[in-house]
């Protein structure tokens, strides 16, 4: 019963939402099946749910004590409570979606004819949007629907109670329409990034123009004008957009949900992204700040807890712009935010890093032995980091041997992306040839030493696909004594 999806699921809830789950299958409302109450009873009792505890023939014997193991029954109560499980997650999302649930009843009392239960509905709702901090399209959709249903009133009572409510109906339909048309839009274009794929955009360009001309209207409405905004950072290489857009995220991101929250921000790092491949360094400051803003807002947390990618872009970026009291801070601190499954290995990768940052390389060293590598990203992160290590202290047996075991890790590991794997293969031949050039540099005339410098670094920035193409040039810049990127 282990493998159930019963429990897979129950793994996954808080303390909080096994009470309220409990709660809602000893309700007699949703539920009169007594055998599904003793069934969830026992889970939660198990202080271990492993295949000891969870034997069928063990939870049947709980369940039905004076009877014969039979498979199918047990099947029957597991698969009922399965039903609540699905239940009650749509009954806790109706929950969530206090305006939709007054909108229904404002509907259903028109319906009814409950004259007095519809305008006491209706002024709590009028309240309930003007005190709204969340400003998302479906706010505006909502505002449509209950604009609509005031202007039904009306023309069933042949009489106005105030204003034009199917004008302003219209008015917030447009709202929503058009923010939604560009939120689809923006997230169709992120796709076409990374598939490649052409997809129709219809409307599209009369949207834009329209919007252009109505500036002074939509750019008081954030659900339309972050997305056009986003549009235009997307489709245009001037940067003004997304610097306007930065502004607007710092001042308006609390009109939108947690996840839309996260989504507009992601569309922010993804534009810092790609300049940053494109060799405009000043970016990877940008990219700091933005996280840096994610951690003050909460919407870098998903569930409470710090999804351990961005706990290592947020390091790395730190390190890299010297910004070493505050990583320090932020390691320490952020840890305990982690999702407890990834966090040891988080934390003491990143710890490394850090001391490799301070040039504390065998500190860095021993932490990465510690790193287990259960996951491909930290098995590729380690093997980098041990690479830098080894070269930046000239421990050229130590690099040989990392460079070699890296290689076979490339070659041989099936589930990495191609595009990953020759990114790797390249850093470590470059590599290779940043140790080749300092071993001959005393061989070589200064003349002789720059121009091989210089021509390697023309093929490193030359070539699209190369990991820590910014660490190499770094090596270079010091090599070189010239400026790098």
């Known amino acids: 019963m282990l493998k159930s999806q019963v429990i897979q699921y129950l793994s996954h809830f808080s303390k909080s939402e096994l009470s309220d789950f409990r709660d809602f299958v000893y309700s007699p409302y949703f539920n009169k099946h007594e055998n599904t109450k003793a069934l969830l009873d026992f889970i939660l009792a198990l202080k271990d749910w492993n295949a000891e505890n969870l034997q069928k023939e063990k ?30 997650y749509m009954q806790k999302q109706i929950e969530k979606k206090e305006l939709d649930q007054q909108l229904d009843l404002l509907e259903i009392s028109l319906q009814k004819e409950q004259n007095k239960l519809f305008l006491q509905s209706a002024r709590k709702l009028e309240k309930k949007f003007q005190e709204s901090t969340i400003q998302d399209s479906n706010y505006f959709f909502q505002q ?20 034009d409510y199917l004008e302003k109906a219209l008015s917030h339909f447009d709202a929503f329409f058009i923010g939604e048309k560009l939120r689809m839009t923006c997230q169709m274009l992120a796709r076409k990034q990374v598939t490649g794929r052409d997809y129709s955009f219809s409307l599209l360009n009369e949207l834009i123009v329209f919007l252009e001309k109505r500036k ?35 001042s308006q991101v609390t009109y939108f949900q947690h996840q839309e929250g996260r989504d507009l921000y992601t569309h922010a790092l993804n534009y810092c992204i790609g300049r940053l491949n494109f060799g405009e360094t000043e970016f ?25 990618w961005d706990y290592t872009n947020i390091v790395a970026l730190g390190l890299e712009l010297q910004e070493y009291q505050w990583v320090s801070t932020f390691i320490k601190t952020a840890k305990d935010r982690l999702p407890k499954q990834e966090k040891e290995n988080t934390f003491t990768y990143n710890l490394a890093a850090f001391y490799y940052s301070q040039k504390a390389y065998e500190e860095a060293s021993t932490l990465l032995q510690k790193v287990e590598f259960t996951e491909m990203y930290y098995n590729l992160l380690t093997r980098i980091l041990l690479l830098r290590i080894h070269f930046d202290s000239q421990n050229w047996e130590a690099l040989e041997y990392t460079l070699e075991t890296f ?22 031949r470059f590599t290779k040839s ?36 910014s660490w190499l040039l770094a090596k270079l810049k010091e090599m070189l004594g010239t400026k790098g990127s």
């Open 59 to 88: 939870v049947f014997k709980i369940l039905f004590p004076n009877k014969k193991y039979q498979e199918q029954l047990l099947s029957n109560v597991l698969s009922y409570l399965l039903r609540l499980l699905r239940r009650f």
């Open 144 to 163: 449509h629907r209950y604009e609509q249903l005031l202007d039904d009133y009306d023309l069933k009572h042949g009489k106005r109670i105030s204003g």
């Open 216 to 250: 002074a209207i939509f750019s008081k409405i954030p659900s339309v004008w972050v997305y056009f905004l986003i549009y235009k950072m997307m489709t245009q290489s001037d940067p003004k957009a997304y610097h306007q857009l930065k502004g607007q995220l710092k």
């Open 284 to 308: 990877r400051k940008e990219s700091f700040e933005l996280y840096q803003q994610m951690l003050e807002n909460g919407l870098l947390y998903v569930d409470e807890m710090l999804p351990h």
């Open 407 to 428: 290689r076979i890790f490339l070659l041989r590991t099936q589930k990495l992306e191609e595009q990953r794997r020759k990114s790797g293969l390249n850093l470590i």
């Open 434 to 469: 940043l140790q080749k050039l300092l071993e001959q540099k005393s061989l070589l005339s200064n003349k002789d030493y720059n121009k091989k410098a210089s021509h390697l670094e023309s093929q490193i920035r030359g070539h699209k696909m190369v990991l820590n193409r």
